[in-house]
């Protein structure tokens, strides 16, 4: 399964208007529906931001508001498992940051990272202090995985997505590492339940301050998963490959700002 170009940001319906209770720790596992305890058997179907808030104000996506809570819709397929025949149960599970984080993002995305066949969420998960960072969700609303933060205020990743992009039966995760500063795409493997750092490229973007959407993506044209992004001066676009861990990066065209990648996922 892969994860590729982010939909556009949501529109923001009503700002929050009071401050929230001080929660200083994730409140992980709250059930918020279904009578019965999440099991083995329970899947991720959708996941989405939840509670906006102005506590940060990086406004990297166009406007100041970023969210607090994640709300993940779960299934309960029962004890046959993913393999029964009929989902039982249905749950939503929150997981609310501490008051000094923000889910700095444009939707959550749904990828197989783990190889068990059930989705995980993937986030920007933002420290206001140390900046942004790639975070893993799974199904119990526990964390299991994280990027290190960038190390700032104010610097942010926009991601590119998931899939096994050299062959060797594990997820690769890629995003662009501040794609307004930086331009440097990083290529994360998760392994035995943590992220590696695989390789990185400098001169790569798919991201311009303001814009509520992510310019990038993974295509196959029959060869193999390749990333898609732009050059770092928004001239070419550029497709890139994971081969025994190293990047290599080619020219597939101009970039049309009015197309932007479409044409180029398409494989056309």
């Known amino acids: 399964m892969t994860a590729g170009t982010a939909a556009r ?13 001080a929660w200083r720790a994730l409140c992980l596992g709250l059930a918020l529906a279904g009578p019965a305890e999440l099991a083995a058997g329970d899947r991720i179907v959708s996941a989405r931001f939840s509670e906006p808030t102005t506590r940060y104000g990086h406004a990297v996506l166009g406007d100041d508001v970023e969210y607090g ?5 779960v299934e309960n397929t029962g004890p046959g498992g993913l393999s029964a025949k009929a989902v039982y149960e249905k749950s939503e599970i929150l997981i609310r940051l501490p008051l000094d984080h923000v889910f700095e993002d444009i939707a959550p995305r749904l990828a197989d990272v783990t190889g068990d066949g059930s989705p ?3 986030v920007v998960e933002t420290d206001v202090a ?7 969700y799974g199904a119990h609303g526990e964390k299991l995985a994280g990027t290190p933060h960038i190390g700032t205020r104010n610097r942010w990743l926009a991601p590119i997505g998931a899939a096994d992009l050299d062959g060797d039966g594990h997820v690769e995760i890629a995003y662009i590492d501040r794609p307004h500063l930086a331009k440097t795409l990083r ?3 998760f392994r035995d339940g943590a992220l590696h750092e ?3 490229k400098a001169g790569l973007t798919n991201h311009r301050i303001g814009e ?3 310019t990038s993506g993974i295509r196959n044209c029959g060869e193999g998963p390749e990333l898609v992004m ?6 070419r676009i550029m497709a890139a490959r994971l081969r025994d861990g190293e990047i290599t990066a080619r020219d597939i065209g101009p970039f049309d700002p009015g197309t932007r990648l479409a044409d180029a996922l398409a494989c056309r």
């Open 187 to 189: 290529i994360w493997r």
């Open 212 to 214: 509520d959407f992510i």
């Open 9 to 21: 940001r949501l529109p923001l319906r009503v700002r929050p208007r009071f401050a929230r209770r």
């Open 198 to 200: 695989v390789a990185s």
């Open 120 to 122: 995980e969420v993937l």
């Open 69 to 73: 809570a994640l709300v993940l819709q």
């Open 230 to 235: 732009v050059s770092s001066g928004w001239r």
């Open 130 to 136: 140390q900046g942004a960072q790639l975070a893993i």
